[in-house]
């Protein structure tokens, strides 16, 4: 179903689904303030650059091979929350970018599934290593976002395709800012994590 199932009408033009596309910004902003002002979250921070491509292209252009780059960035970005700041943080880089490339393009229907497990993994993963307002907070944030998302999926309660106001939209730029706080908030500036670089 692709893009179609985030309920804004596709339209002809560069721009298939312009909201969906344009809130896609969030994640290149949000990667690109990690990178420069949290260096030791420079990895995340690539990771929401990265989704931040996979999602535009996905949503704006629609190119050949879009819902992959839009399926593997995006679970790569979560495996890379769950490694950050822990002893197997460099799996969760390359390696992993490299196995979930290869797994979703010879099986395409995983990607739904792997992202799920990811997510749950990351989840599992902050909280058992910090449960705090800094970890707790940004993950309620998401999951909101992620269920009225999904209530304003294609046939949802809250899906009209005409309108400006898209769920999906709204969950790209929560989710964008909601990794910003949790990064920021688990490693302020001065913390010193050795793990986490």
Known sequence: MGAAADCEAIASGF?????????????LVAGAWLV????????????????????FLFHGPMPSGNEW?????LAWLLALIAG??????GLSRVPALLVLTAVMAFAPMAADPIAVLLSVFAVASILW?????????????????????????????????????????VWHIVAATGVVWLETLRFPPFCEDPLAA
């Open 129 to 169: 290593r910090e449960r705090s307002w800094a970890t707790i907070g940004p993950l309620l944030l998401v999951g909101a976002a992620g269920v009225y998302g999904k209530l304003g999926a294609t046939g949802g309660p809250l899906c009209d395709p005409a309108s400006i106001w898209q769920p999906h939209a």
């Open 69 to 73: 780059a839009h399926d593997v960035s």
């Open 36 to 55: 420069l002002q949290r260096p030791r979250a420079r990895w995340v921070g690539i990771g929401l650059v990265a989704t931040g491509v996979g999602s």
């Open 15 to 27: 721009l298939g689904q312009p909201i969906n596309a344009l809130s896609t910004i969030a994640f």
């Open 84 to 89: 950050f700041g822990t002893r197997w943080k």
